[in-house]
């Protein structure tokens, strides 16, 4: 099994993570984003959406969208599982991890960030200002959520890590990028802190990957 990835992409954080509380081992292929790599015509044959995480099984299928991945890898390899065993928990973990994939995400992403500033010329000020609102206002959203509800418990459903909580961690991450405090939202920061206590969330963050420049590096 190969697995594209790239140190700072929030969508390989959560593949990362979805493989290291299953123990699944697989081959990781470096796509550097920075040096433009993944519009090269090597990483195009595998996806052509040029966009990561990617993940090709034993059999040369390719998977793509990190989501699907994990939906892949809980249903390939069950133990542990990411969604609960009930219908009502399971439509609830997907709609907060829905929450970031599909709403918070997306306007997140470095070819947002390129459009921004080549098509609408945009200064950083005003790019900074668009990112911290879409950042905030996930976080709001979850924080809504989570909050009080009688099935948040240590994480975001129930006692044991799930695909919310994957998802949940990455979008703080990127809050955390951009200096913006977690304060108004304590039961996101409560799940997030609890979440990167545990080594298959550690190992999985993005400033401790191999392909992490010695820059940025977790000291």
């Known amino acids: 099994?190969?697995?594209?990835?790239?140190?700072?992409?929030?969508?390989?954080?959560?593949?990362r993570i979805a493989l290291n509380l299953k123990d699944v081992p697989a081959e990781v292929v470096f796509v550097d984003i920075d040096a433009d790599a993944h519009r090269a015509d090597a990483y195009r044959k595998v996806n052509p959406q040029m966009a990561l995480p990617a993940l090709v099984t034993d059999d040369g299928t390719v998977l793509f969208q990190s989501l699907a991945i994990i939906d892949y890898?809980?249903?390939?390899?069950p133990n542990p599982p990411l969604l609960p065993a009930d219908a009502i928990g399971r439509a609830r973990v997907r709609g907060l991890?829905?929450?970031?994939a599909c709403e918070g995400h997306p306007l997140l992403t470095p070819r947002v960030r390129r459009y921004l500033t080549r098509e609408l010329d945009l200064r950083d000020t005003q790019?900074?200002?668009?990112?911290r609102h879409w950042t905030v206002e996930t976080l709001a959203a979850l924080e809504g959520h989570l909050a009080g509800h009688k099935d948040?418990?240590?994480?975001?459903?129930g006692d044991a890590p799930t695909l919310a909580d994957i998802c949940l961690v990455g979008h703080?991450?990127?809050?955390?990028n951009q200096k913006i405090s977690l304060s108004p939202w304590p039961t996101v920061n409560r799940i997030h802190e609890t979440a990167m206590a545990l080594p298959a969330f550690a190992k999985a963050h993005p400033l401790v990957q191999p392909d992490t420049p010695d820059a940025m590096r977790a000291k």
Do not use: K, P
Not at 1 to 15: C, D, P, Y
Not at 73 to 77: I, K, V
Not at 97 to 100: E, P, Q, S, T, Y
């Open 1 to 15: 099994m190969q697995f594209f990835s790239f140190w700072r992409s929030l969508a390989s954080f959560r593949v």
């Open 73 to 77: 890898l809980d249903e390939t390899y």
């Open 97 to 100: 991890a829905l929450i970031v």
């Open 127 to 131: 790019q900074s200002a668009w990112f």
């Open 152 to 157: 948040t418990g240590t994480f975001c459903h």
């Open 172 to 176: 703080v991450t990127a809050a955390i």
